[in-house]
């Protein structure tokens, strides 16, 4: 079945990186776009980045740009997101999601992951 | 960035009951609208997308509507699976956004 599986996450020092990744099954990855969304503690969602089916393009929340870079892996069928320069406030579950319709970027969000908790503390 | 303000923030009903969302885009967004039910601890599921198309395997007591700057999410008898927390989010354009959602409680 269609499956997102996160993992990476863990509790880690502010400024330290930490690199989240995200495995597809189930379905053609290459064929689709990817997001992260995270959500805080008792907060709501925040999207943090989305990747076209290529990898050609990539767009970013301005909270995280210059931080922290997406990539992904179509031959792995693997979604990544490197956080460098880690926040307090970027405490928070991270979910990759797939873009409801193959070779769209913006669309919404058909299949989440259970996601990884990310927790940054000194 | 499209901002969206959902109302509202909570709410208390029962089983049964009709109930209303909404949710206000600024600047307008045609209909790139979706709604999100998540549940404690679980990840978000798409409800609604397109502002009024159905997802896949969701019940038909959902139901969007809207276009433009406005646009509702109706439940038309609840269950009490439905109690949970509802989300919008406009995927119009970069960067995309979520309302602050909607905690829907047991009366």
């Known amino acids: 079945q269609v499956q997102l599986v996160e993992s990476g996450g863990g509790v880690v020092q502010p400024g330290r990186p930490l690199r989240l990744s995200c495995a597809a099954s189930?379905?053609?990855?290459?064929?689709?776009?990817m997001h992260w969304v995270r959500q805080a503690p008792g907060k709501g969602l925040e999207w943090v980045a989305v990747?076209?089916?290529?990898?050609?393009?990539?767009y970013y929340a301005d909270s995280v740009k210059g931080r922290f870079t997406l990539s992904r892996d179509n031959s792995k069928n693997t979604l990544f997101l490197q956080m460098n320069s880690l926040r307090i406030e970027d405490t928070a579950v991270y979910y990759c999601?797939?873009?409801?319709?193959?070779?769209?970027?913006?669309?919404?969000?058909?299949?989440w992951g259970k996601g990884t908790t990310v927790t940054v503390s000194s | 960035a499209i901002q969206l303000t959902q109302s509202p923030p909570s709410l208390s009903a029962s089983v049964g009951d009709r109930v209303t969302i909404t949710c206000r885009a600024s600047?307008?967004?045609?209909?790139?609208l979706a709604w999100y039910q998540q549940k404690p601890g679980k990840a978000p599921k798409v409800l609604i997308y397109?502002?009024?198309s159905l997802e896949s395997g969701v019940p038909s007591r959902f139901s969007g509507s809207g276009s433009g700057t406005d646009f509702t999410l109706i439940i038309s008898s609840l269950q009490p699976e439905d109690f949970a927390t509802y989300y919008c989010?406009?995927?119009?354009?970069?960067?995309?956004?979520f309302g602050q959602g909607t905690r829907l409680e047991i009366k």
């Open positions: 999601a797939r873009v409801g319709a193959d070779f769209w970027t913006f669309y919404h969000m058909d299949v």
């Open positions: 189930g379905f053609n990855f290459s064929s689709y776009a």
């Open positions: 990747t076209s089916y290529d990898g050609n393009r990539k």
């Open positions: 600047p307008g967004i045609s209909s790139a």
């Open positions: 397109d502002a009024s």
């Open positions: 989010q406009q995927f119009n354009s970069y960067p995309i956004t």
